[in-house]
């Protein structure tokens, strides 16, 4: 079983900036793509970032120039830096990872940015 624990969501102003990590523990052999999603109120689960284990990413235009995502592949860990962040990006995020070709899902992390 594995299992993925984010933090650092939280209430920030309109230009600020966030760093969320997402640690994947437990029986772990192969980890492959992860990735950040969000889901604002009223709306569906969308792909935020991605990354391979190799380093390529893929970023939604939304936030492209504004958040960067990487990876500590040593610690199991992704993180997503959000820098000038804006009221649109109020949402609760969720972190992806595929181990052991499985995908498995965090719990989310609350982000609200105020205007």
């Known amino acids: 079983q594995v299992q993925l624990v984010e933090a650092g969501g939280g209430l920030v102003q309109a230009g600020g900036s966030l760093r969320l990590s997402c640690a994947a523990s437990?029986?772990?052999?192969?980890?492959?793509?992860m990735g950040w999603y969000r889901r604002a109120p009223g709306k569906q689960r969308d792909m935020v970032a991605q990354i391979t284990a190799g380093g390529n990413t893929n970023y939604a235009d939304s936030v492209k120039g504004r958040f960067t995502i990487s990876r500590d592949n040593a610690k199991n860990t992704v993180y997503l830096q959000m820098n000038s962040l804006k009221p649109e990006d109020t949402a609760v995020y969720y972190c992806?990872?595929?181990?052991?070709?499985?995908?498995?899902w965090g719990q989310g992390t609350q982000v609200t940015v105020s205007s």
């Open positions: 437990g029986s772990i052999f192969t980890l492959g793509l």
């Open positions: 992806d990872a595929f181990a052991n070709l499985y995908s498995y």
